[in-house]
């Protein structure tokens, strides 16, 4: 008898196993029927942007850049022309002043003035001219350097509004690799059998402190002219181109 309910014991625990093991096995299957990930449960992920690679900063561009090479001392974008007959006429330079002036177009501005270079010179002995780093002169500085000018060239005939207009016309900052106001000159040549005879001035240009270098290159070679600079009162003649001569 005691077998018998000992067998009796283990069927019976046997089918409630079974029955655990089924009901755990439905659950699962009803969860997710399909045996996919649920997806609610997977965190995000975060996609983080890469940052640019940082460049470094630029330089700051010093309001005390250092002067080209000529500037202020006869430098100036010069002109390259090819004519109509195959010639390309080159202008170069022109801007050279004397050692005297330490870079101030005197010639362009004692013309202007109607004055010759050595009145200009003398009257601007008086000047105390300001510093590079001083911004300016101060209103003080201006007006005793105003009367020392005009102390030498009134007598001329000049006024104070003229030498304001003339010296604000040809005011330029050398430090900063300018150049005062110019026109550039253009020029072509002249044929004659097959060869060039000649150049004739197309553009006189203006404000030319020398005379500039000029060059001929073409099908017969290449040539070297001579500019001759006329000085005026006259701003848009004033260092003007009159004449090329062959060499």
């Known amino acids: 008898m ?6 009796v014991t283990l069927l019976i625990l046997l089918a409630v196993s079974a029955g655990a093991v089924q009901l755990t096995t439905a659950n699962s299957s009803n969860a997710n029927p399909d045996n996919k990930t649920n997806e609610a449960t997977v965190p995000a992920q975060v996609h983080k942007q890469k940052k640019p690679d940082k460049k470094p900063p630029s330089s700051p561009v010093s309001e005390n850049a250092k002067p080209s090479a000529h500037a202020g001392s006869g430098s100036g974008a010069g002109t390259s022309v090819t004519d109509q007959n195959g010639y390309t006429i080159s202008i170069e330079g022109g801007f050279d002043t004397d050692s005297v002036d330490h870079g101030r177009p005197v010639v362009l501005i004692a013309s202007a003035l109607g004055v010759s270079a050595e009145v ?6 008086g000047v105390t001219p300001a510093g590079t780093e001083s911004g300016g002169p101060t209103s003080e500085q201006a007006q005793s350097n105003k009367a020392a000018l005009l102390k030498v060239l009134a007598p001329y005939g000049i006024t104070n509004d003229r030498l304001d207009e003339v010296s604000n016309y040809y005011r330029y900052n050398g430090s900063r690799g300018e150049l005062w106001t110019h026109t550039a000159a253009t020029a072509t040549t002249v044929i004659a059998n097959g060869k060039v005879t000649g150049i004739k001035i197309i553009n006189a240009g203006a404000g030319y402190s020398s005379a500039p270098a000029i060059t001929i290159t073409g099908p017969t070679g290449t040539f070297s002219a001579t500019a001759t600079v006329s000085y005026t009162t006259d701003f848009k003649t004033n260092g003007s181109l009159t004449a090329i001569k062959l060499n």
Request: proline letters at 0%; glycine letters at 0%; charged letters at 40%.
């Open 120 to 125: 200009f010179r003398e009257a601007f002995s």
């Open 2 to 7: 005691k077998a018998k309910k000992t067998i």
